[in-house]
């Protein structure tokens, strides 16, 4: 069963950039049916779909995060990665990276998710 | 992009049925048949309940059970159980690649 894992600092000073990586185990991030996302959740509160990615490097984005937000791909290491720039307490969030099982399952069909790591702004 | 509605909470007896709804727009879920669920345990990453409105990922028990209507996904839970006690989170795709969450909704069994 594919795996994912989430991996950067756990504390982020405020104007500074947020960047997380993901690695895919067990399986292969160059598999045409899948994309790749980042999802967060600040304390207490809802999900919010951040980025997504496709091993070609084709990348779409949450249009209220897009001028801050830039996803990319290393398909040699079996990762994709995250940045947030200018970072506020507002980005404060336990951030997830998913697969997108949209060959299969139709678009955002996130169906397998890693354990999600806390990044505080402060 | 705003959050799609969905009712802050909802509560139901073991044995009984709960449906959580989850309101858009023709701009998202009323636009596409990519309408999912999520179900996530305090702690937990969210875990796929439905996907394209209605179908089940396999070990997903047939009490999930997703419909869609106009700009409203729902979802029930039939044949409530203990471990159904959850925040539940609802997802469209909302066009030009983009996807939107539910504001979540917590489920108690009584």
């Known amino acids: 069963q594919l795996q994912l894992q989430e991996s950067g600092p756990g504390l982020v000073k405020p104007s500074e950039t947020l960047s997380l990586t993901c690695t895919v185990s067990?399986?292969?991030?160059?598999?045409?049916?899948?994309?790749w996302g980042w999802i967060r959740q600040p304390p207490g509160k809802g999900l919010e779909w951040i980025a997504s990615i496709y091993y070609s490097g084709n990348t779409y984005y949450n249009p209220s995060l897009k001028s801050r937000v830039t996803i990319s791909v290393d398909t040699s290491r079996n990762q994709f990665s995250l940045k947030v720039t200018s970072v506020t307490a507002a980005d404060t969030a336990v951030y997830f990276c998913a697969r997108d099982d949209f060959g299969d399952s139709g678009l955002g069909a996130f169906d397998v998710w890693g354990q999600g790591t806390l990044v505080t702004v402060s | 992009q705003s959050a799609l509605t969905q009712p802050p909470s909802a509560s139901g007896s073991p044995g009984q049925s709960v449906t959580i709804s989850c309101t858009g727009t023709?701009?998202?879920?009323?636009?596409?048949?990519?309408v999912s669920w999520y179900q996530q345990h305090p702690g937990k990453a969210p875990k796929l309940l439905i996907y394209g409105v209605s179908k089940r990922p396999s070990g997903v028990p047939d009490r999930f059970f997703g419909s869609k209507t106009d700009n409203t996904a729902s979802l029930t839970v039939t044949g409530l159980q203990a471990e159904d006690e959850a925040d539940y989170y609802c997802s469209s795709y909302a066009g030009r690649n983009s996807f939107v969450f539910g504001s979540g909704t917590k489920v108690t069994v009584l």
């Open positions: 023709s701009s998202d879920v009323g636009g596409y048949q990519y």
């Open positions: 067990i399986g292969s991030i160059t598999n045409n049916n899948y994309f």
